[in-house]
């Protein structure tokens, strides 16, 4: 078939684009993860966060089977253009790297959780000043809007051993990727050149800025209350713009 | 393959840190509701973020609680902030406890240094690219620095960073408002302590890496109590030494460098180091004109501490010129030149030491026993780095016996002591101290050192030639004669 060049083309950009968005889920789910484990033995720790950590891990887990089996398919096949094979070099890397976050994230969470656990007495949880919960975190790493909780009373420990075990799964992972597929990681030239982290987040919005400011112990005028006045604002100019068409409509129809 | 924390290929594990765990346990003790620290809160413009102490609370319940005395307590204090178990609000860079109203907060544990986990940089990349976003691209000094560098030799990770890094901001910014500011100026605080800025020491500074794991027990196999076992038995055959005798040496040799130790007594004019004035090591560079008079001091020690100062040797040489007998210093030095030198010099080396030094009727022919001369002569039909061995220590013995003390009562060693010059201390202020340490610059470079001394010893050989060639005359002629 005269089609079957592009054929196989369109087929590699789907599993390229494939690759990605499923990359891109992996990312967001470690993002979420390390945040996660940052807030363990802290005073913003309690069954909630321990049963969070157990779900993303999960997620993590088969975001990262599903992305090697893909990347390992990819990769093993001999017929790619080396362009091709450059970018799944390149995805290859920035698997590995995200695996390699996990890997340590998990370790960590498993050695703060067994130094605090949670159905002690007398709990010793550090004051970190973090009193918030983190369940939007943990809802944006399952994607889904809010985040339904059924674990039981003593998930800290039950969920302990799970997490060993988990870990020696990943280690494995990590172990068997190294063996089968042959990518040199130093070879690998990167899309995005210093500074690029500015480029798509020019939105950054005023809120965080203003607060953060605080921290840095420049006498800055506090930006913080302004999102709220400018929502505030905003509602007060929609309804009033709302109100305007009634009347204007209740005059045209009666005139 | 990327070096990953646990399987690392390259074989380097931090040394042990003991206290680490240790403080850990006062730092959860110091959570107690009732018995711990003393809590406040911290009200930002809207916000109040709680759990914040202040300085002079923490350093009261220290005391209380370890039964020691104010300074003690904060010398403890400051290393908890060193560490980082304990960061600053205000001030963040300077991580010490101060006795005062001053704010700290607890760090989270994930931020607690611990033995195992180095801070990677992948991570302090990732927090770069962070602070890049929040500051919109403005970082200091000395964090672009460190961006660019990460940046240049980290870059085949460089698109995974910048990824996790937005995704990291994105999953930030769900958090509630105080929760941010916190978390922000946890992560800050880390780094602080695991990057610290320039001219900032870092209390997690630990030296060489190791190179066998020490938190695993060594297993008890065959090899190992082979190993133990050869290890006593060398042990037994040592020679020993009574203790009263080697106790006396050590007695001896205290007693005589006590004054030179830079630890005990303060080197004059100033220790570099420490006032970043370099005056001591310009007074005693190798080849300068008037000594210091604890250098003088010390050729007075020994023969070896003579020798091997290139300005004391220097010296005594000018005394034996006016002794003539140069010649024993000189096979000395081409000895330990041919100890020195590379291996495919050693035949040539080995000839010309021959016929300047050992042939009878030699020019500078030395005066050694005959069964030293023997195995000397036999040796250097295959000559080898130290087939000179013998010969040189029988010279060096020789001159130690009888040449040295005649120079240490000679008028060129009293000479040399009476101009000798004694530096007087510096007493530098603050303020010159921080210009001392702003006008820091290279010193000259040592391979510009290395070529003036190539030219002095060129020029030695020169002179001492010609004389060379007048000796072998009359030598040659005395032989003649006779």
């Not at chain 1, 599993?15 to 789910?29: I, Q, Y």
């Not at chain 1, 690998?188 to 112990?217: D, H, M, P, R, Y």
């Not at chain 2, 038995?233 to 007693?255: D, H, I, N, P």
Request: glycine residues 4%.
């Amino acid at each position: 078939m005269t089609r079957g060049k592009s054929g196989i083309h369109s087929y590699a950009n789907m599993g390229k684009d494939e690759c990605k968005t499923m990359l891109d889920a992996l990312n967001k789910v470690t993002a979420c993860y390390r945040h996660l484990v940052s807030a363990l033995g802290s005073t913003s720790d309690s069954q909630n966060l321990r049963e969070e950590l157990k779900k993303t891990r999960k997620k993590a887990q088969e975001l990262a089977v599903a992305n090697r089996t893909k990347l390992t398919a990819l990769l093993k096949d001999k017929n790619t253009s080396t362009d091709d094979r450059a970018e799944y070099e390149r995805l290859w890397v920035l698997f590995s790297s995200s695996m390699e976050l996990l890997e340590v994230d998990m370790k960590r969470s498993l050695e703060i959780g067994q130094d605090f656990p949670l159905k002690v007495p007398t709990r010793h949880l550090i004051q970190t000043g973090m009193t918030g919960s983190t369940t939007t975190v943990a809802a944006r790493a399952m994607s889904v809007q809010n985040m339904k909780y059924e674990g039981d009373a003593n998930i800290d420990t039950t969920d302990l051993k799970e997490l060993e075990n988990e870990i020696e799964k990943v280690d494995q992972m990590m172990e068997e990727m190294e063996m089968k597929v042959q990518v040199a990681p130093w070879a690998v030239e990167a899309k995005q050149e210093a500074g690029a982290e500015l480029k798509s987040t020019v939105s950054v919005g005023n809120s965080s800025v203003g607060v953060i400011s605080i921290c840095e112990e420049e006498p800055k005028e506090t930006v913080e209350g302004e999102t709220d006045l400018m929502k505030v604002f905003a509602g007060i100019i929609f309804t009033a713009v709302l109100l305007i068409a009634g009347i204007l409509g209740y005059l045209v129809i009666n005139l | 393959m990327t070096i990953i924390s646990d399987r690392d290929h390259a074989q380097h594990y931090r040394p042990r840190m003991a206290c680490l765990k240790k403080v850990e346990a006062i730092v959860v003790q110091m959570q107690h509701p009732t018995n711990g620290v003393k809590r406040s809160e911290q009200k930002l413009n809207i916000t109040t973020i709680p759990h914040v102490m202040a300085g002079q609370d923490i350093i009261a319940w220290i005391v209380n609680h370890m039964k020691i005395n104010n300074e003690e307590a904060q010398a403890f204090g400051t290393m908890l902030v060193a560490y980082g178990y304990i960061y600053p609000l205000q001030d963040h860079i300077r991580l010490v406890l101060k006795p005062d109203g001053s704010l700290y907060r607890f760090q989270t544990p994930y931020f607690w240094p611990v033995q195992k986990w180095r801070p990677e940089d992948t991570d302090y990349a990732i927090y770069l690219a962070k602070r890049n976003i929040r500051k919109k691209g403005i970082l200091n000094v000395y964090e672009q620095e460190e961006y660019n560098k990460l940046h240049k030799w980290m870059n085949h990770k460089w698109d995974f960073i910048v990824m996790q890094a937005k995704e990291q901001y994105q999953a930030g910014k769900e958090r509630k408002k105080p929760d941010r500011v916190v978390f922000d100026c946890q992560e800050r605080a880390y780094w602080i302590v695991h990057r610290p800025p320039p001219q900032t020491h870092s209390a997690m500074d630990y030296g060489v890496d190791r190179h066998i794991d020490p938190n695993t027990e060594e297993k008890e196999t065959c090899e190992y109590y082979r190993r133990i076992i050869i290890y006593t038995q060398q042990a037994v055959m040592r020679s020993k030494v009574k203790s009263s005798v080697s106790l006396g040496a050590f007695v001896k040799y205290m007693t005589t460098y006590k004054e030179h130790d830079p630890f005990l007594v303060p080197c004059l004019p100033s220790n570099p180091w420490q006032t970043d004035d370099d005056l001591y090591w310009e007074l005693n560079v190798s080849n300068v004109d008037v000594p210091t008079k604890m250098r003088v001091e010390r050729w007075s020690f020994s023969f070896f501490e003579l020798l091997s100062d290139p300005r004391g040797r220097a010296d005594f040489k000018i005394f034996l010129k006016k002794e003539f007998s140069g010649e024993n210093l000189a096979f000395w030095e081409a000895a330990e030149e041919m100890k020195w030198d590379a291996a495919s010099s050693m035949s040539e080396k080995a000839e010309s030491i021959f016929k300047t030094f050992l042939t009878p009727g030699a020019p500078r022919w030395i005066n050694i026993d005959g069964r030293t001369m023997g195995l000397t002569v036999k040796g250097l039909e295959h000559p080898h780095r130290y087939v000179l061995d013998a010969a040189q220590n029988h010279i060096f013995m020789l001159m130690k016996k009888d040449t040295f003390y005649r120079y240490l009562k000679s008028p060129v060693y009293k000479d040399v002591q009476k101009k000798a010059i004694s530096p007087a201390p510096h007493t530098f202020t603050d303020v010159q101290l921080q210009q001392n340490s702003r006008n820091r610059r290279p010193s000259i470079h040592p391979i510009i050192t290395w070529q003036q001394e190539q030219e002095e010893k060129a020029k030695a050989a020169a002179a001492a030639g010609p004389v060379d060639l007048k000796k072998l005359k009359e030598m040659t002629s005395k032989l003649d004669r006779k």
